[in-house]
């Protein structure tokens, strides 16, 4: 069955450490793969994206994450947190071309301590 | 700003009652996808339409419907309201040609209490 899960619902990091956000994917076709946040009371925005090509991606404030298809892994990481970067974040994941929907994990929510 | 509005923001309602739920897609998006946002079933996709006709569906109860116009915005009915259809409905839109990787970019959502 094709799933989508992030480790832990709960991360807490100090303000200027690494952050690192785990994403990992069951399919049976090649995936294309997403990151969004979601600010409180906001919808969500697209952080980055794989669709093919490089395996490693940047995205907006920051943010990359590399898909490693041997690991069935898409984790996110920034190098140094921001107070502004606590939020909820989402993995999703597209699986195939046309596919109709999002798939999505169950949310991390970054905690950034002073 | 997505370029994806929807209406009402928050909607508070009574068991039993019917409401809708209003989205305009960006302009040149084809696709409109229904997702709903509780704590315990997390985001869960609901229905998809494209260009006004059906193309997908996920889990979407009976007692909900959608449609897509020809402006191409879309609305969500839900009837029959319970207090479990509490959650927050996020309307996003896309492309999704046939050969594409269906990047969706979301609107605010609209936030539904049943009381």
């Known amino acids: 069955a094709q799933s989508v899960t992030q480790l832990g619902s709960h991360v807490s990091v100090s303000e200027g450490a690494l952050v690192l956000l785990r994403c990992n994917y069951s399919s049976s076709v090649p995936p294309y793969l997403f990151w969004y946040v979601q600010y409180p009371n906001q919808g969500l925005q697209l952080l980055l994206k794989?669709?093919?090509?490089?395996?490693l991606v940047k995205g907006i404030n920051g943010f990359e994450a590399e898909f490693k298809k041997s690991e069935t892994s898409f984790h996110l990481t920034k190098p140094s947190a921001h107070m502004s970067d606590a939020a909820e974040y989402f993995c999703?994941?597209?699986f195939g071309q046309g596919a109709q929907k999002l798939v999505f994990g169950q949310g991390t929510r970054l905690t950034i301590n002073p | 700003d997505s370029g994806v509005t929807q209406t009402p923001k928050h909607l508070i309602t009574a068991t039993g009652q019917r409401v809708t739920l209003r989205c305009s897609p960006r302009?040149?998006?084809?696709?409109v996808y229904w997702y709903q946002q509780s704590l315990d079933q997390g985001l869960q996709f609901l229905i998809q339409y494209y260009n006004g006709e059906e193309r997908a569906k996920g889990n979407i109860l009976e007692r909900f419907s959608a449609q897509q116009f020809p402006d191409l915005h879309s609305e969500l009915n839900l009837s029959s309201l319970e207090l479990g259809d509490s959650a927050l409905y996020f309307c996003a839109s896309g492309t999704s040609g046939r050969r594409t990787y269906n990047e969706q970019f979301f609107g605010p959502g609209t936030r539904l209490t049943v009381l």
């Open positions: 999703a994941v597209s």
């Open positions: 302009s040149g998006d084809l696709s």
């Open positions: 794989y669709t093919t090509g490089a395996t």
